[in-house]
Structure formats: C-alpha cells, structure tokens
C-alpha cells in the first residue's frame, strides 16, 4: 500500500495533521494521510489548496499494531499526530519499528519521551532507525535558540523561555491535560530534578515591557534532549501562551487536578482530566493569522565565565511544527539522519539547517545573539 507513498501521516484529519500535509505538497513529496475516520480526512483535505498537485491517499485504520504495521509497510517515515502520546503512542511506534520506518511526532509530553526513550530507543538504534518524539514548534525552535547559544565554547546551563500568543487546538489540549498527572523534571547537575507542580513564575519577555505568567509546562522535552549533552549540566524551561487570564486559568486548574483528580483511583483520573479539557477545547480554532499568532522562543545560557542570550520571533507556532514534520521527513528521504535512535530533531537534522528552513519560509526572524565570554 505505502510502497509509491515514503510518507505515512497519521492522524491528517486534525489541525496539525493537515498542516503536516500541506507542507509534504510543498516538498512534492507523495504520502498516505490515514487515521480512524477516512471521510473526516478526506473533508480535511478537501480544503488544502493545491492538494490535488501532490500524489496522496486516504486510508482508513484501526489503531492497533497489526493494521498500522501493515499500513506502513514500504513506507520510510511515519509523521504521528495522535495524542496524547503516551495513551496513543505505542501502537504506532511498534507499528513503525516493525515496518521499518523512521518516527516522528510532535508530543509535549515529557513522560512521553522518558518512556520512549526506555522501551524502544535500542531498538531504534540497532535497525538504524530514527524516533524523534516532540519535533514541533514549541519544543525544536527553543532547542534551536538553545544550541546558538551553545556554540560559545564553556556555557553548561540553560533557562528557557517559550511563548507564544493563540490558543491550543483540540488535541494540544487533550495533551495538556494529561501531563497534568505526570512528573514534571527539569534538569540539574545532570540529575533529573521534579518541579512543585503548582510552580507558577513572572518572566520578563524580550521585546516588550510587559511581563508574563509562565508555568514549567510538564517539564518540556529540553531536559531530556540535554541530559546526554555534555555541554550542559542543567537546564529549566517554563512556557506557556501569552494571554494572562488563560495561563490563570491554566494555574487554577492545576490546583484542582491536585486536589480533586490525582486523588481519585488511577483508572478514573483519564476519563475525569478529558472531560475538563473538552470543557476547555471543544473544536478546531481558526487558522493561525502571523500577525496576531507570534511566538518568542528566549534561552539564556551561562557558564562560570561566559553568558549568553539568543532570541528567535516567530510567528505560526502550528505552521512552524507542520513545516519542520514535513522537513524532518523530506531530509529522511534523502540521507540517514545525523544520529539513530532516540534524538531531538536538532540532534537528528542540526539546528543551522533547521533554522534555515523555518527562514526560508517566512515563519522566524534571524536569531538575536548577545554574548559576553
């Protein structure tokens, strides 16, 4: 089935999954957009301008093992839309290792990754494979203004900010909601730390006078990306959206998952945070307007002589993460990537090149780099 199609997209019929899609007909690659309702994908579809332009199909499939190993099969990489990840994940990610394809996705779910990174980066890595969970705007553009900052020789710590103005879609809601049960780490002296989970911080915001309200967000995948790095020894990240009233919203909530549903039996707690969210986030927003949808993306690096500073503005934080699938899965396509295994995608595909395409189309600006070493 995927044998003329390197590309399989699943879960297309949601709001990232479509962006996925526009993007591989930019890159004129052919791909299956599949998921578990093909006439939910094909009215998606439909509405991508162009579509026709690009060889693609609509495939119908059951999420378990067996179907998605069949339906990737002579495929080269699986782009994976489905969240919550770690509820969703890992059919698709055996799917993949059996079918012998490469994996992405565009988790935030710290948890997500650890585990990941546990039950199958070995594998991965021995069929010179690539899973690379988390390749999205809110995750990859602040490792890239990370690893900038990094190429000044002596910096160990990194605090990261990433914002950005909108509101979540429906599934990135899901996914918040779900971390919400979790651990959160942030890294310290290369020893996975836990974050007080009802941690809510001002931080100044480059380019404005203003201040924001800022959460550790599930402890990010930067913690994860760099705990292996050994350039850096320690690294806290607090994000969130720009508007005030939802990120005190998003505090509140926190307080009630605390006190009214991790108390409740395990087995309960799933259905208990989908109904909170789905009172949130009930449909798709509009498409994202890149003069109201900005994003910053700020780290600031130290060491015990040197500091450093890079800032990324952006804009389209969802086209950003649809742009950077497609890229991941088009250099797939051509050559291996630069490390097998569990890798972030400046690991996998480097940072400079990452940037570079996120320029080429319009979505950043050029880094602001203040160094003093």
Same mark, same amino acid.
């Given at each position: 089935? =995927?044998n ?10 949601g709001? *990232?999954g479509?962006l +996925? #899609? ?5 890159y004129?690659i052919p791909f299956?957009?599949?998921?578990? !309702?093909k006439?939910?994908?094909?009215e ?6 162009g ?5 693609h199909? +609509?495939?119908?499939v059951?999420?378990a093992v067996?179907p998605l190993?069949e ?6 990489v699986?782009?994976n839309?489905?969240g919550?990840?770690i509820?969703y994940?890992p059919? $698709?990610?055996?799917?993949a @290792?059996?079918?012998g394809c490469?994996?992405? !996705?565009t988790?935030?779910?710290?948890d997500?990754?650890?585990?990941a990174? *546990?039950r ?6 021995e069929?010179?494979?690539l899973? =690379? %969970? ?5 995750? *990859? /553009?602040g490792?890239?203004?990370a690893?900038? #900052?990094?190429?000044? %020789?002596g910096?160990? /710590?990194?605090?990261i900010?990433v914002?950005?103005k909108g509101? %979540?879609t429906?599934?990135?809601?899901? /996914?918040?909601?779900t ?11 290369n020893?996975?730390r836990q974050?007080?989970p009802? /941690?809510?911080?001002? $931080?100044a915001?480059p380019g ?6 800022a ?12 705990k292996? !790095?050994?350039r ?5 990240? @607090?994000?969130?959206? *720009?508007d005030?009233?939802?990120?005190q919203g998003?505090?509140e909530?926190v307080?009630? $998952?605390e ?8 087995d309960?707690q799933?259905?208990?945070?989908a109904?909170?969210a789905?009172?949130v986030q009930?449909?798709? %927003?509009p498409?994202?307007n890149?003069?109201?949808?900005? =994003? ?6 130290s060491?015990?002589? &040197? ?9 389209s934080?969802?086209?950003?993460? &649809?742009? @950077?699938?497609?890229?991941a899965?088009h ?7 630069r490390r097998v &295994?569990?890798? =972030? ?6 940072h400079?090149?990452l940037l570079g395409?996120l320029?080429?189309f319009?979505?950043v600006l050029?880094?602001?780099?203040t160094?003093?070493?």
């Amino acid at each position: 089935m =995927s044998n003329s199609k390197p590309v399989v997209v699943y879960g297309a019929s949601g709001y *990232t999954g479509r962006l +996925v #899609c526009e993007y591989l007909r930019e890159y004129n690659i052919p791909f299956i957009a599949a998921g578990r !309702d093909k006439a939910r994908i094909q009215e998606v579809l439909d509405k991508v301008p162009g579509i026709d332009t690009v060889e693609h199909e +609509v495939v119908e499939v059951e999420h378990a093992v067996g179907p998605l190993t069949e339906l990737f099969r002579g495929a080269k990489v699986v782009s994976n839309m489905v969240g919550p990840f770690i509820k969703y994940g890992p059919e $698709v990610v055996e799917a993949a @290792l059996a079918a012998g394809c490469h994996y992405l !996705d565009t988790t935030g779910e710290q948890d997500w990754v650890i585990d990941a990174q *546990t039950r199958w980066a070995d594998d991965y890595a021995e069929k010179g494979l690539l899973l =690379s %969970p988390g390749v999205a705007q809110m995750y *990859t /553009t602040g490792e890239i203004a990370a690893n900038i #900052c990094l190429e000044t %020789p002596g910096l160990d /710590t990194l605090d990261i900010l990433v914002l950005w103005k909108g509101f %979540p879609t429906y599934a990135s809601t899901q /996914t918040i909601f779900t971390i919400l049960k979790a651990d959160w780490y942030y890294l310290e002296e290369n020893q996975y730390r836990q974050w007080d989970p009802l /941690t809510a911080l001002e $931080v100044a915001v480059p380019g404005q006078h203003e201040t924001a309200l800022a959460l550790p967000w599930g402890g990010t995948l930067h913690p994860v990306w760099f705990k292996n !790095d050994p350039r850096v020894s320690t690294c806290k990240v @607090l994000g969130g959206v *720009t508007d005030r009233a939802v990120m005190q919203g998003v505090v509140e909530t926190v307080k009630m $998952v605390e006190s009214q549903i991790k108390t409740l039996p395990a087995d309960q707690q799933d259905a208990a945070l989908a109904e909170v969210a789905a009172s949130v986030q009930a449909g798709m %927003p509009p498409r994202e307007n890149p003069r109201i949808n900005t =994003s910053v993306d700020s780290v600031h690096a130290s060491g015990p002589l &040197g500091r450093a500073h890079c800032v990324i503005h952006g804009n389209s934080n969802y086209k950003q993460t &649809g742009l @950077l699938q497609a890229y991941a899965a088009h250099s797939l396509l051509q050559q291996p990537p630069r490390r097998v &295994g569990l890798a =972030s995608a400046c690991q996998a595909f480097g940072h400079r090149e990452l940037l570079g395409v996120l320029k080429a189309f319009g979505l950043v600006l050029d880094p602001v780099l203040t160094v003093h070493s």
